[in-house]
């Protein structure tokens, strides 16, 4: 479970991430679809949930 009581955890490792701010593992597919997608300095970040990137984006060097 992440950070808004969802979960986008899978069982296949190929596809997994880890959120930069929960530290969690998350599908990367699923990820993408819903949005939760930055990039920044030339790197995507995918996240685990709607709040994550909101926090990313007001530091995100404190994140990486």
């Known amino acids: 479970m992440n950070c808004c009581g969802d979960s986008n955890k899978i069982d296949d490792t190929e596809n997994q991430v880890v959120c930069p701010i929960m530290g969690g593992p998350i599908n990367q597919e699923e990820a993408e679809k819903k949005g ?14 709607d709040g994550c990137p909101e926090k990313f984006d007001k530091n995100p060097e404190s994140y990486i």
């Open 36 to 49: 939760l997608v930055r990039e920044y300095k030339g790197k995507k970040y995918l996240f685990c949930c």
